[in-house]
């Protein structure tokens, strides 16, 4: 890996739904970008389903909106190492926002909320509750939650890219 590389990693609970399909809608974003030398990949703050591929659902709403279906994907924990590995962590709620910096003990990890890139998501104050950048999850729901859910991570995804653009500019 050269030192232009810029590496994303985005997280959510378990890492067969949200964190996963973001991974993908950044990957096609990115690359439609012209961005080929960001890597991104993903992963959960549980080990409950370690090993596992995406969720069915997930690949469904994925193929429906033209995306490729994270075949090969297999959800993994994410360590502490790794965070001081990456350029941009994306949290996709609050909780795993305070599990992650609990995670980084004080690196400079560059850790945010997914959802505050989106424009039309509400501005959070410095030290306010973040939740309400939530992506949400549509583990518990029914194929309509994960079609809420893509929505979310697309609205947000031009604004990452755009912040990503700006950071390797600087370079």
Do not use: K
Not at 19 to 42: H, K, T, W, Y
Not at 46 to 67: K, Q, T
């Amino acid at each position: 890996m050269s030192p232009e590389t810029f590496r994303v990693m985005t997280v959510c609970t378990g890492n067969i739904c949200r964190s996963p399909m973001a991974q993908v809608v950044l990957r096609d974003r990115l690359a439609a970008a012209g961005l080929e030398e960001v890597q991104v990949d993903s992963t959960g703050i549980s080990d409950e389903e370690h090993g596992n591929p995406v969720d069915p659902r997930a690949r469904r709403v994925l193929a429906a909106h033209g995306y490729p279906t994270g075949e090969g994907h297999r959800a993994r924990r994410v360590r502490a190492e790794q965070l001081g590995e990456r350029d941009l962590v994306l949290a996709m709620t609050a909780r795993h926002v305070q599990f992650l910096r609990r995670l980084a003990n004080g690196t400079d990890a560059d850790i945010r909320m997914y959802r505050s890139f989106d424009p039309a998501a509400p501005t959070v104050p410095e030290g306010d509750d973040e939740s309400v950048l939530d992506v949400d999850d549509p583990w518990y729901g029914d194929q309509d939650g994960f079609e809420d859910c893509l929505a979310e991570i697309e609205t947000a995804a031009d604004g990452i890219v755009e912040h990503v653009r700006t950071v390797l500019d600087g370079r």
